[in-house]
């Protein structure tokens, strides 16, 4: 009823804003990435920055039923809307881009295992109707969406994504994370990152049980004790970001390990960056589905998978590749003993290569600038 009512919600909005008067260099963000690798708020502020000319609007949560009527006028004011989930205009001579927010390796759409065919045709009229810019840094990115989203080809456009210019600029040092998250000064550190997929929708609840209590990794053999000393041993501190929902329902979120701290958004909202911004600080990576490890490659830095549960995600969802342990440039460990077993040897040149393989199969615009390139394309290019 409630999906019902916001839906009549949105149409009706739509329609009220058609009625205002459009401007050529308004722009609209629609951010529904918070500052998790959100290309939207980067891009919005590349164009604060860089274009004075045109005035840009960032929304968000996108979407929601909370905004007011001159969010609205500003909606239909547009010419540009750039969205990072759905696509949306409110009238046809708008123009919407659409950046999405990853390289997908899970299934979604209509490859994927727990979505409904009612959903999916209504998400397949969207992408035909309102996308007119689908960026794309890769055939292997455009099979990938078009399998999920039955995207048409002469969409994409290969300009790449705002949130890869942000990778190797950190706005924080090093030496300020690690003060700012741990307390500490070590010019020997390695800083890791721990930044799983949502693993809400496994319908598991014996997982998120697991997470409730601290066990963030969902490890069988979990012991928070053992891992801090063995990072400590090793001159490591890991950073864990968890999903938002995870984050919400964690009980023991202020650490009280000295190599271990949780970053939530809070810490990113109050230093108005997103945690791109950050990710150059980091020397490796430990996720397991999140598409996060695609961007990471462009750093070229180990990258730990984490599988304990990669059977249960295969059935539930699905992914779109595999097999899995042929598709992962990095250390695929199970358990809490396989991971501290591989903390001391996190690369070797056979890693490094894969990850420059993975790296060239999924980015083939390789720009010194996404953002530049995307804005030329979407105000003179189009």
């Given at each position: 009823m409630k999906s019902f009512l916001f839906r009549c919600y949105m149409t009706l909005m739509k329609f009220l804003a058609r009625f205002t008067t459009m401007e050529d260099n308004e722009i609209v963000i629609l951010n529904g990435s918070g500052r998790s690798g959100s290309n939207g708020y980067l891009f919005?502020?590349?164009?604060?920055?860089?274009?004075?000319?045109?005035?840009?609007?960032?929304?968000?949560?996108?979407?929601?039923?909370?905004?007011?009527?001159?969010?609205?006028?500003?909606?239909?004011?547009?010419?540009?809307?750039?969205?990072?989930?759905?696509?949306?205009?409110?009238?046809?001579?708008?123009?919407?881009?659409?950046?999405?927010?990853?390289?997908?390796?899970?299934?979604?759409?209509?490859?994927?295992?727990?979505?409904?065919?009612?959903?999916?045709?209504?998400?397949?009229?969207?992408?035909?109707?309102?996308?007119?810019?689908?960026?794309?840094?890769?055939?292997?990115?455009?099979?990938?969406?078009?399998?999920?989203?039955?995207?048409?080809?002469?969409?994409?456009?290969?300009?790449g994504f705002p949130r890869l210019d942000a990778l190797k600029n950190p706005v924080i040092s090093k030496e300020q994370l690690l003060k700012d998250l741990f307390k500490v000064e070590d010019k020997d550190a390695q800083i890791g990152i721990y930044m799983p997929t949502f693993r809400y929708e496994l319908n598991d609840p014996k997982i998120m049980e697991r997470i409730k209590s601290g066990n963030f990794f969902a490890f069988d053999d979990f012991d928070i004790e053992k891992l801090n000393s063995a990072l400590k041993e090793r001159q490591q501190y890991l950073i864990v970001k968890l999903h938002p929902y995870e984050m919400r329902m964690f009980s023991n979120f202020k650490s009280k390990y000295s190599n271990i701290a949780f970053l939530n958004n809070d810490y990113l909202f109050d230093r108005d960056c997103d945690l791109y911004e950050l990710l150059g600080d980091t020397d490796f990576l430990i996720t397991d589905f999140s598409s996060i490890y695609f961007d990471y490659l462009h750093l070229n830095k180990p990258i730990v998978f984490v599988t304990n549960y990669l059977k249960q995600y295969e059935k539930t969802r699905g992914l779109l590749m595999g097999p899995y342990e042929d598709i992962i440039p990095g250390i695929n460990v199970n358990s809490q003993r396989d991971l501290i077993s591989n903390l001391d040897h996190l690369d070797n040149r056979q890693l490094r290569n894969l990850r420059l393989y993975w790296l060239n199969l999924t980015d083939q615009v390789n720009s010194d600038s996404y953002c530049d390139k995307i804005f030329d394309f979407m105000t003179k290019g189009y």
């Open positions: 919005y502020k590349y164009l604060q920055l860089n274009h004075p000319e045109y005035n840009v609007t960032l929304i968000e949560p996108w979407p929601s039923s909370h905004f007011g009527w001159k969010v609205w006028q500003k909606i239909g004011a547009a010419r540009y809307i750039i969205t990072t989930h759905q696509p949306f205009k409110v009238r046809k001579h708008q123009i919407n881009v659409q950046f999405w927010h990853g390289v997908p390796l899970k299934r979604m759409g209509i490859m994927a295992n727990n979505t409904k065919r009612r959903d999916n045709r209504r998400n397949e009229k969207l992408w035909h109707k309102y996308a007119d810019i689908v960026c794309s840094s890769s055939d292997l990115y455009e099979t990938l969406m078009s399998a999920c989203m039955a995207i048409e080809t002469k969409k994409y456009h290969k300009v």
